[in-house]
């Protein structure tokens, strides 16, 4: 599906879907926005104009990435885009959905990656935006599995959608990690085994000092696993770290 | 400057430049890119049309940011727009720059983010994006003091100059913490007192073990803080490492 993906990349499984498109100018530009950020499935559902693919000004703004315009599915309704999709995000600006499993978009995608990163290959995530003007509706957000919301200046939260998935689609392509470039300065992450030596001391320093049961661990080590995780420590972060746990057990 | 900023954001000191602009159009989506995510001043650098912001393409395209646009400063050159700038970002694709201090988005907003925290109030940041073939000559990318860059598909890294602006943008609401909404579900994250007040439990337990010589700390609590800082922690998280350490430092 995409040549130029690190294989094998969980953006080849993640959709764009656009609803009710009313301006060809903005899928194009969408596709152009999905193939710098390692996206190529299109979906367009019943866009206003039933030629927008091969409109001019849609041409136009794909620019490079006409491939991905062209390779677009034009479907009658949402019901047939999401057909084979496992996990389907809303992307909406309303306030008034705030309560219905509504997350920010950071968070949203690590969702969405855990979800594809843990399940079968067959698995698709789906990103659904709605029409420039009316968004989507509420019968179109009921049929995802979560409501995506990117955070937004509240005085003037108005993105284009080709500028919405834009942004998602970075977002995407960051949690992959697909196309950071390793530069010289770049930090330098602690491998998993890293991390997981210095998880595995710390469970025992805690042990030893009698912070913690081993007969009932509770959640201490998924607690520390997810902090440490996410922190994504630099090896000399963790020799700092060990270094004081093997001194304050040294001396005990 | 932005009555909708949380005061004090650190957002109202950061400046979008944009030099030698060809398509009004893409001026006017920029504005709206940046209203969108809180950032509100604009500067032009010899705009290809003198008229840009009259353009009705521009104010079409700037929706309901045409009070950006129409603030829009114009100058002659680079230099003029980063005559009063005390940090300034060129954004380059270009690959041949990538050893001169360039650094992926993220890292180079947390870069400027911390550079603003931590300076007088009339320091200004300035984010400098060039002409929509061209890019940014050497002689403009030498005025910069970083180099960003946006990571992206190496078989088609051309982003359109609104959506690079919309994403560097986006990288600075979010590093601001400015508009993240407050979801249920979202982390609870720990003041920084809480952090802080780890961070002093963790230097007197690594003085106490003799891990660190209080005399020569050398850039210990640095690196903690900034490991920790970056971790993001929840108080929970925090009471854990508190409980560890104290059980650690009393039996011994």
Redesign the interface.
Known sequence: MN??LPSPSLLARVRVVMVSTSHPGNIG?AA??M????LSELVLVSPRQADAVEDSQAQA?A???TDVLDGARIVSTLADALADVHFALAFTARRRE?SHG???L??ATADAMDFLATSQEETRVALVFGNETFGLSNEEVDRCQMIA????????????V??AI??AA?EF??ADN????R?????RASSVEEVEGFLQH?ES??VQ????DPQEPKR?MT??RR??T?????P??VA?LR???A??????
């Open positions: 040549d130029t530009s152009r926005a193939k710098t950020m390692g703004l620019s490079g990435a705030l509504m997350k920010p950071r968070e919301m990117i955070p937004a200046n509240p005085a003037y939260s108005s993105l284009n080709s500028q834009q942004l970075y392509m960051m697909a196309f950071v470039p530069t010289e300065e770049a930090r710390l320093a805690a000092a009698d912070f913690l201490f607690r520390m902090l440490f996410r922190a994504r420590m630099e000399e972060e700092i270094g004081v746990l001194a304050l057990m040294k001396r005990r």
